[in-house]
């Protein structure tokens, strides 16, 4: 660490060799990266405001220590890409560095750490309560864009928080030209939930009360006028979110059925039960043939009474005669 002052590449040579050696002690990276002391993302999430995260700004850094800093974490960004399958390097990178990702994500091992973050469900998670939580540039204007940018390939699987994290955060923004990027995002995510229908993957990412209360925030804010296709989509999203009700589906059969005919009780009122049900409407669905079959198979008075009933389907009369 004497070292970073008068010969910053030497430290991120040796950072080099640390990293080839598999060394990720947290407390000397921390010493080198800088990283800030912040309550965990679990403990900020249920503090109720989120002001205070923000209160110990971080130390003002010479020339020297910023280049180490940045060496040094696109170093660290290339070591958790070699070591995707271990999760803790990863969460620790993007908990307490996720302004430093952000404005690094031009370098190629940077992105490289961002397209691991797409491809994993619960590091898309915990990228976008990283940005929720501890993003701090947004007064910055290009830092915004750059950070929609690398939320726009966030994992399907974690749309619902993207959609709620899109509205609430960088939406209201007062400039336009982020506000529309913010939009089309959001758009575009909620039409990938209207495709997924088929495997009805959006009834996993939001509530039919969460988007109320999306739209509720939109409409709050002012922002339907110049959302009018986001409020759409969500209408549409919503609707398709609506619960129908089961459709009537009949009693289940017995499955203890005798195996010797001489066993079997022919219940006449049963069968006739079936057979209004299946002539009336109100039982399930059946073809006209069949319906007419079984109806034949009864007496004369059975068959008057279940025709003069009011709801007697009364197509099934030209099927009847033909099978006379």
Known sequence: HSLIQTDPVLVLQWCQLLLLLNYDSTDWWMRILHTPKK?????????????????NLEPELSTAEEVVKQGA??????????????????????VNHVNDIVQLSYELPVQDLVSAIHRNSAASGLFLRAINIRFSHMNNPCLVRQTLRL?????????GMLLT????KFLTTHWQSVGRVASGLACRRVE??????????????LTHEELTKLEGFITSNRLAQKN????????????????????????????????????????????????????????????????????SRLSYEDILAIMTREDFDHTLIGECISLR
């Open 228 to 295: 009018q296709r986001l409020m759409s989509l969500l209408s549409r999203i919503k609707l398709d979110l609506t619960v129908e009700e089961p459709a009537h589906s009949p009693p289940d059969l017995p499955t203890d059925l005798p195996k010797n005919l001489a066993d079997v009780f022919l219940d006449k009122e049963r069968y006739v039960s079936h057979v209004e049900s299946c002539c009336c409407g109100n039982g399930p669905a059946s073809s006209s043939r069949d319906c007419a079959t079984m109806l």
């Open 39 to 55: 309550p965990p993302l679990s403990k900020s999430m249920s503090s109720g405001s989120l002001d205070h995260l923000e209160s």
């Open 192 to 205: 990938m939930l209207l495709a997924e229908r088929v495997d009805q993957h959006s009834k996993t990412q």
């Open 165 to 168: 994290l899109l509205i609430e």
């Open 73 to 94: 974490l696109v170093l660290f960004c290339d070591y958790v890409c070699e070591n995707e399958a271990d999760a803790e390097p990863l969460s620790w990178l993007v």
């Open 151 to 159: 939320l726009d390939g966030i994992h399907l699987t974690q749309s």
